[in-house]
Every structure is written in structure tokens, then in C-alpha cells.
């Protein structure tokens, strides 16, 4: 069974939607929706934001259902150079950017695990990386409304891998994303809870994917264009990606 994650109700509408023979549990205030996703026996929630929160779902998921894989899908701001918003990043290795258990423990490392990046399953990393392609080349236009993607100036979207950093703090600011830069030059994006997702599932031995849409560029104009990407691009990028991901699985 395939366990779909999203970090926003908007990313798993449209695939509990698609969902056959659905039915619906709440567990710890989470509502967990079962069924078929394009022929496959799959399970789709929302994580909450934040790391505590997707930790919890994570392990709701696992100790509650036979999954045998799991995808997190999502958004992110972006912080590498020459990524642009409606970009898609699958994460090669996740880590936490406010871990900071010094002088005790190296900065960034998880205490007690001995490590600060986890990296994804390389067959459901490289199942995404096709995915996204696909959906950007032969999806992505029938399913988005053009006046949305000039509105984001979404030209030529593109895939690349890379790592992504997960922390309790939402980036609204140039001066903080260039400070992160700095810190950590290797990461591709931001956000909220993909690391905690990560190391859930690397504890656990569940094989994770993680894939990441940019939704703005972690500066001073998120939270105005947050929302709106939320509701009229991301949920169309979730599921197109994870409908072709299922269909190649």
C-alpha cells in the first residue's frame, strides 16, 4: 500500500478525490482516506505543518497501515540559485537547518542517530524524478489555467534534484534565505517538515520519496503568493506527479 503525505489540505484534495472505493478514519486528529489511486490500494492525509506534527502523521501511518512505501509531497520556497517558483526539487537527502545540539553533538546532527542527512529510496527517488518530468511536459498546461502561470511567471518549469532543509520556521525574508545559503550552500529549498518526515521513516524502515514544488522564492513576497499557489498550482502538481508515479510503481 502506498502512503500519499501532502503538507497542504489543497495538495491531497484532488487525490482523495481520485480515489475508488474510499473510505475515511480519523486517528489523533488526522483523517486518513483509503482506497484505489489509479488501480493502487493507497492511503492519503495531511501531515499538518510543521515537523511535530508530520512526525506524528508519519507514525500514525505506519504503526496503523499495512504501507510498504511512502511519498511526501509539497511545497517549498526556494533557495538555490537559478531555481524558479513552479520548479519541482526531489529530494536527494533531507536535514533539519535548526538542529543545533552543540557542544554535545555536532551542528545539524540528529542526536542519538549519529546523522544529519537522510536520504531518500533511489527507486522512488528516481519514479519521481521521471514523474515530474512527465507531468511538466505533457500535463502541466491542461491542467493549469495559463492566466495562473503567467500570474507566477511559470515559462519553462524544470526538474532537479537536490536537498532539501525542514524547520519550524516559515522564510519570508531575502536577508534570512541568503543567511541559510551561507550556512548550508548544498540546499536546494525550504520548508517545514520533510527532514522530521525522513527520519520517521528511516527509523521505522520505510522506503520515502519526498517531492517538493516551488511555491516562491522564501522572501518578502511569500506570504502574499503562498496562498494562492497553493489552491490554484500545487494540488495540480501533487497529483499529476503521483498519478504518473503510481501508474510506472
Known amino acids: 500500500m502506498l502512503a500519499v503525505v501532502g503538507a497542504l489540505p489543497e495538495e491531497i484534495s484532488l487525490v482523495v478525490a481520485s480515489l475508488t472505493d474510499a473510505s475515511a478514519r480519523v486517528l489523533g486528529r488526522r483523517t486518513f482516506h483509503v482506497g484505489a489511486f489509479h488501480g493502487t490500494p493507497a492511503v492519503a492525509v495531511f501531515s499538518g505543518w510543521g515537523k511535530v506534527a508530520a512526525a506524528a502523521t508519519v507514525t500514525q501511518l505506519i504503526a496503523s497501515f499495512p504501507i510498504t512505501q511512502l511519498v511526501f509531497s509539497g511545497v517549498a520556497g526556494a533557495v538555490q540559485h537559478g531555481l524558479s517558483i513552479g520548479d519541482v526539487v526531489i529530494g536527494t537527502g533531507l536535514l533539519q537547518h535548526d538542529m543545533d545540539a552543540r557542544p554535545i553533538f555536532p551542528r545539524y546532527e540528529v542526536p542519538l542517530i549519529g546523522k544529519f542527512l537522510f536520504e531518500p529510496d533511489r527507486e522512488l527517488r528516481a519514479g519521481l524524478e521521471h514523474a515530474a518530468r512527465e507531468f511538466l511536459r505533457e500535463d502541466l498546461h491542461a491542467v ?16 532537479t534534484g537536490g536537498v532539501i532543509a525542514s524547520g519550524d520556521k516559515f522564510f519570508a525574508s531575502t536577508a534570512e534565505v541568503a543567511a541559510l545559503r ?15 518526515v525522513a527520519q520517521v521513516c528511516e527509523e521505522y524502515g520505510m522506503p520515502f520519496g519526498i517531492v517538493r514544488t516551488l511555491s516562491d522564492s522564501a522572501d518578502e513576497s511569500s506570504p502574499h503568493d503562498f496562498p494562492r499557489f497553493a489552491r490554484q498550482l500545487a494540488r495540480h502538481y501533487s497529483a499529476g506527479i503521483l498519478a504518473r508515479l503510481v501508474r510506472e510503481l
Open 144 to 159: 493549469v489555467a495559463a492566466s495562473e502561470l503567467d500570474f507566477f511567471h511559470v515559462r519553462s518549469p524544470k526538474v
Open 182 to 196: 551561507e550556512r548550508l550552500p548544498l540546499v536546494a529549498c525550504v520548508e517545514m517538515e520533510g527532514a522530521a
